[in-house]
């Protein structure tokens, strides 16, 4: 095969990485655009909605896509409603002060991950993907899931920007992401707002590894890389822009894509944490974010 099929099948896996990493990097930034909080437990909600997948597309009888289309909703609505419950038992008693919450955060992950070892074990276990579809091009035959994974994403982030901007949800998570004492003081209720943004972004973020496991497998520890790469995507394109998580998503996740297919995984990684560097060195504040006065 010439270097031009390569190249696409490096883009077209590139595009399935780069939208599972924008929907869960979209809750990362969604969290810290409104809330100010470093969620460094966001890689295990990520763990957690592939895990819930396996656990219930092995519970629910049928065809597989049946036993998915339940995964799809029920999983993302479990790990939101622990997100809100974690929100409402730890991160509201420490009234979301920044310091607080990374370390409160910090040891929720281990406590998710503890848990997910108990409960489910350590092996590596895949989930079944919904449809066997498969397309085949002039050089090579191409998962039909993979592009659903992409355009899944798709559909779901465009419902993100449609909340954020066209709905009154929407609008009062930015005056309240803007100054949340002014919010208060307008009848805003802002402990109400957190808990909401704080299980949406969780619930982004298992929803992405819903739609990865079949691809992958689901295990204890994968919350790893989608945490230190959501992280690299939201300081590139800015911390609580929506619109710079989608492109500096799409720059990484393309970019891995080719990297990896004609060099190495390793040398990715380590060109992304290079160009973090440099985004921090000439634009702290990230591609798309705003400068603080």
């Known amino acids: 095969m ?15 990485t780069a939208a599972v990493l924008a929907l869960a990097a979209s ?21 957690l909605g592939a895990v819930i997948a396996w656990f219930v597309t092995g519970m629910v009888p049928g065809p ?37 919450t990374i370390v409160a955060t910090i040891g929720l992950l281990y406590m998710l991950q503890q848990a997910a070892l108990t409960f489910y074990g350590p092996d590596a276990r895949p989930v079944a993907a919904p449809f066997d579809l498969r397309l085949q091009t002039p050089w090579f035959g191409y998962s039909g ?3 659903f994974v992409v355009l899944a994403a798709g559909v779901v982030l465009a419902g993100i920007w449609a909340l ?56 204890y520890l994968m919350g790893g890389d989608p945490l230190l790469l959501s992280f690299i995507v939201v300081i590139i ?41 440099m985004v921090l060195v000439f634009r702290p504040q990230g591609l798309f974010g705003t400068r603080s006065p």
Do not use: C
């Open 164 to 219: 954020m901007t066209r709905t009154k949800a929407g609008l009062v998570m930015r005056a309240t992401q803007v100054d949340r004492d002014v919010a208060r003081a307008f009848g805003i209720n802002v402990d109400r707002v957190y808990m909401g943004t704080f299980a949406l972004g969780a619930g982004l973020a298992a929803l992405a590894g819903v739609l990865i496991v079949p691809i992958t497998q689901a295990h």
């Open 27 to 47: 809750g990362l930034s969604l969290v810290f655009g409104v809330m100010r909080v470093v969620n460094v437990a966001h890689g295990e909600f990520f763990m």
């Open 2 to 16: 010439a270097f031009g099929p390569f190249l696409l099948l490096a883009l077209m896996e590139g595009l399935v």
């Open 145 to 147: 899931y993979k592009l």
């Open 237 to 277: 394109g800015g911390l609580g822009s929506l619109r710079g998580t989608l492109v500096a998503a799409l720059v990484i996740g393309l970019s891995d894509g080719v990297i990896s297919m004609f060099f190495s995984p390793t040398l990715a990684k380590i060109l992304a944490t290079l160009l973090v560097a």
């Open 64 to 100: 597989a896509w049946l036993a998915f289309a339940v995964a799809v909703v029920v999983a993302p609505l479990a790990v939101a409603a622990l997100a809100a419950l974690a929100d409402a038992l730890v991160l509201k008693r420490l009234n979301y002060d920044p310091e607080a």
